[in-house]
């Protein structure tokens, strides 16, 4: 079966290929009865018209895009980003709007950014710098920046991660550890030139809270190790932390993911927690309430953070010449994951 044109539509209902067009895309150019009978024909036919013709057609897709720093297996892999995708589709569904990931191709996020037929993007977790930014500037594509130092004139969406991993760290030190070891995501490509957004105001975090008791990140008997962001990648650094003579007593992780890694490790170790080890979150993931023991974590609006950056979006689309930046707020969440440092001759600082 050929498929059917806007040609053969028009023929069977004895119109113009032109008035078709404007029964799909501009109604109030025809009667209300030729576009009934010209609707009416294409469902017969079975015919639609081809989306990329149509979005040239109106100029626009009706859809927004998630510009991602990696491929989309590895993303799913994180319930991280299920949230998050649950805030941006609520906006979606009540717009009518369609969602498109945009992981890189062929390794390259700026490559991927022309080929998707998107009314604008949510970039996630790039720098204001970057080329991918600095391409969609030059495209004017409409944009918002999520977890990035965005400056003035551009939408953007952030916690307040400085003070979150502060609390979580600060946490741990007043229960007598001494002996940390911090579990960070990788820098990734922008590792050479130093830490970057959600990572560098973490540490900063993370050093504040040392800081206050005669430590930093340098410190003896503080660690910082860099993982891939999956449970996996968790489990294999923590097992070899937990293999060392002068092992950890605490594992503040910087992700819920890498958490649960970090129990998984412990658990086949034979390592009590939190008897012997205590171990924090960072997100609170539905899974961090039901591990066990249940994680200690810093929980951040996750999808609230989704929805206010596909609202920013809407507006940007829309010519809403207003620029906001939202920062949403972090709580720690103690559970049972965490407990006094089994070591009572560590001093308290």
Known sequence: MTRATARSVAE???????????????????????????????????????PVARALN???TDALGLLLPQPIPEVLENPYYNLFLQGVGQVCQREGLTLLLTPPLRGSMLTAIPYAAVDGFIVSGLEVDRGEVAALQRRHVPFVLVDSDAPE?????????????????????????????LLSFEAGPDRATGYRGPLARRLAGADEALRRVGLSLSAPGIDL??????????????AALLARADRPTAIVTFSDILALGALDAARDAGIDVPGELSVTGYDDQPDASYARPQLTTVRQSI??????????LVSAITGDAHHPHQVLHTTLIVRGSTGPAPDDRIPAG
């Open 58 to 60: 109106r100029g626009t």
């Open 225 to 238: 190790v860099e993982v891939p962001c999956t449970r996996g990648a968790g489990y294999d650094a923590v």
């Open 153 to 181: 004139g551009v939408p953007s969406v952030e916690v307040t991660d400085r003070q979150g991993m502060a609390d979580v760290v600060q946490h741990v030190l007043e229960l007598g550890h001494r002996r940390i070891a």
């Open 12 to 50: 069977a209902a004895g119109v113009s290929r032109t008035a078709v067009s404007f029964a799909f895309n501009d109604p109030a150019k025809i009667s209300a009865d030729t576009r009934r009978r010209i609707l009416a024909e294409a469902e017969r036919l079975g015919y639609s018209p081809h």
């Open 303 to 312: 999808e609230a953070k989704g929805r206010v950056a596909a609202d920013f």
